[in-house]
């Protein structure tokens, strides 16, 4: 069974740039999570969805920063205009309702480096 | 603001020897806990997970809760070299929000 996928793997841009990040999340998962991680900050959550609904974007860090999910295989992360400061590994994850525990799954990552 | 801490290390044990990571969390509330590990370069990837005070044991790893303390750990024996790595301990409060809540990681070293 295929894991969460994410592309692209490496994104170097530079500062004033368009990003989008994609993600699948595993089929039959309903919740899909945006995650960041950086030395300073370590894993910050962003957003996450349920049923393709965002419940709780209090991480997006400002205005520069939306995400979307459009149907239950597909999400994606946008950052416009993107800044240095926005370098960093972007994970996605997913998980299931219907399973006993919360454990989420996480995709291999989205190395993005802003110049 | 709900917090989860853990220390960075690195904590370097000798092979074979048994490596303790702990980790404390704010929110007493908080009702699944769970431990991942990281390796350089790539993503975290779920070790154990652990709801009820107590221990529990998978192969060579056990999760320890402590709800009282706000203290989850894990214990890894007979460490191996390939468990040189980040553990990243999460929590879930469970108050219908799926979010987990990361902290920063312990280093673990594992010398041969």
């Known amino acids: 069974d295929a894991g969460v996928i994410q592309s692209p793997r490496h994104e170097v841009t530079e500062m004033g740039q368009e990003v989008t990040l994609r993600c699948k999340p595993i089929?039959?998962?309903?919740?899909l999570f945006w995650y960041r991680q950086t030395m300073m900050r370590g894993l910050e959550l962003l957003i996450y969805?349920?049923?393709?609904?965002?419940?709780?974007d209090s991480g997006m860090p400002e205005d520069r920063f939306s995400a979307k999910m459009p149907n239950a295989s597909f999400s994606t992360l946008k950052i416009q205009p993107s800044e240095p400061r926005d370098s960093a590994v972007y994970f996605c994850?997913?998980?299931?309702?219907?399973?006993?525990?919360?454990?989420?799954?996480f995709g291999p990552g989205t190395r993005l480096t802003v110049l | 603001q709900k917090e989860v801490e853990q220390n960075s290390g690195p904590l370097s044990v000798p092979e074979g020897a048994i490596a303790s990571l702990n980790c404390t969390y704010s929110?007493?509330?908080?009702?699944?806990f769970f431990w991942y590990r990281q390796y350089s370069g790539k993503s975290p990837e779920l070790i154990m997970f652990?709801?009820?005070?107590g221990d529990k044991e998978d192969g060579r790893f056990t999760a320890q809760l402590n709800k009282a303390s706000q203290y989850v750990s894990l214990l890894i024996r007979d460490s191996q070299p390939s468990d040189s790595a980040t553990y990243l301990c999460?929590?879930?409060?469970?108050?219908?929000?799926?979010?987990?809540?990361f902290g920063s990681g312990t280093r673990l070293q594992v010398q041969p």
């Open positions: 994850a997913s998980s299931s309702s219907g399973s006993s525990t919360d454990t989420q799954y």
């Open positions: 089929s039959g998962h309903d919740y």
């Open positions: 969805f349920n049923n393709n609904v965002p419940i709780d």
């Open positions: 929110d007493r509330g908080s009702q699944s």
């Open positions: 652990i709801y009820s005070n």
């Open positions: 999460a929590v879930n409060e469970n108050t219908g929000r799926r979010a987990l809540t």
